[in-house]
Structures are given as C-alpha cells and as structure tokens.
C-alpha cells in the first residue's frame, strides 16, 4: 500500500489491469493540493502516468494527501468524501465514477 501520493501514483500504470481500462479513452487529473499534481491518460487500455498537469483533462479530482490515501486504501468512501467537500471534482462526472477502475 502506498504511503505517499507521489508512491502510488508511481505505481499507478503497472498496478491497473489493462482490462479494466478497456473503452476508456480520458485525460485524468489529480490535485493532490499538499503534494503535487499527476494526471493519467487512458487510451483504450493503455494507461500513461505523469506527474505535473495534463493539457486538457476531462475530469480534475482535488483532495489533500490524507483523504486521497486513505480512498485508495478503501478506509475512506469517495462518495463520502465528495459529499462532505473533502474531494473535489471539476468536469466530467462520468469519467470520475470509472476512477474506481483506476483505484481499486
């Protein structure tokens, strides 16, 4: 299990099967506001992961380090963390529901 951001998404484009990326084609950004910034860009089973911010994104997620390790742990509902504001997301919702893909 990851103990930093930077770890996991380090680990991020070895840890996703790429059966689970099938069909998805998207540019995700994460703001991982008190440790940096990475974005992923799907392409139908190919994952490129990147530290820094992505062109165009369709979906930015915002969260502290904290609450982002402890949804990818599963010790934290991201549902639950976006109704009490301690995750953001801007853009297209869709594509942050498929993150469960991404995370686990």
Same mark, same amino acid.
């Not at 540019?27 to 992923?40: E, M, R, V």
């Given at each position: 299990?990851?103990?930093?951001?930077?770890?996991?998404?380090?680990?991020?484009?070895?840890?996703?099967e790429?059966d689970?990326?099938?069909?998805?084609?998207a540019?995700?950004?994460?703001?991982?506001?008190? &440790?940096?910034?990475?974005?992923?860009i799907?392409n139908? *089973? @190919?994952? %490129?992961?990147?530290?820094?911010?992505?062109?165009?994104? /369709?979906?930015?997620?915002?969260?502290?380090?904290?609450?982002?390790?402890?949804?990818?742990?599963?010790?934290?509902?991201?549902?639950? &963390?976006f109704?009490?504001?301690?995750?953001?997301?801007? *853009? @297209?919702? %869709?594509?942050?529901?498929?993150?469960?893909?991404?995370? /686990?």
């Open positions: 299990m990851a103990e930093t951001a930077k770890e996991f998404f380090d680990g991020l484009a070895d840890g996703v790429p689970k990326l099938k069909g998805i084609n540019t995700f950004q994460w703001d991982i506001t008190d &440790a940096g910034k990475w974005n992923a799907i139908d *089973g @190919d994952i %490129t992961v990147s530290e820094g911010e992505a062109e165009s994104p /369709g979906v930015t997620i915002s969260v502290d380090e904290e609450n982002w390790l402890a949804i990818v742990d599963g010790s934290l509902n991201a549902q639950m &963390a109704l009490t504001g301690k995750l953001k997301i801007a *853009g @297209d919702m %869709t594509l942050a529901m498929k993150l469960q893909s991404l995370t /686990g």
